[in-house]
């Protein structure tokens, strides 16, 4: 599991917010991108997508690995505390954006990341079950400009 989605899991637990896998994966997503936008610890950001890939499935961007981490919970809450991350605690406005998004239901944060421009430009490849294209750092980068 990256850092970033542990932190968010260990947000989530402090705020008695329950979180799904869903939620997990597009928050993840959308945090990277807050991160990137904001030029807020860019090492990290690029720390998780090393170690993990990132991909373009049919409900927006999702880490595999993460999903299969997380699968036997289905759409139920995660019951997994997370840990906190000191670097990510300290960057200024983050756990409130992980909250603001963990208020928001899933499959909003699943229609917002369909209108970023890696996931619209492969969407018949994902549509059509051709391909899971894979993001990196640029594609991210560009989601969020």
């Not at 981490?69 to 289905?74: A, C, H, I, M, Q």
């Not at 699943?110 to 750092?137: C, L, Q």
């Amino acid at each position: 599991m990256g850092r970033i989605s542990d932190h968010i899991l260990h947000v989530a637990n402090d705020r008695e917010t329950p979180i799904t896998n869903l939620q997990l994966q597009k928050i993840t997503y959308f945090v990277m991108g807050y991160m990137i936008r904001h030029n807020l610890n860019i090492s990290i950001v690029k720390e998780d997508l090393t170690n993990s890939q990132l991909e373009a499935w049919l409900y927006g961007p999702v880490f595999p690995e993460l999903y299969d981490e997380f699968k036997r919970f289905g759409s139920f809450p995660i019951d997994y505390d997370g840990e906190k991350d000191s670097d990510l605690n300290e960057l200024p406005g983050l756990n409130n954006i992980i909250g603001n998004l963990i208020d928001k239901p899933p499959f909003e944060l699943v229609e917002n990341s369909h209108k970023r421009k890696f996931w619209k430009t492969n969407r018949d490849k994902i549509a059509h079950g051709m391909a899971n294209p894979v993001y990196d750092f640029e594609h991210l980068s560009k989601d969020f400009v």
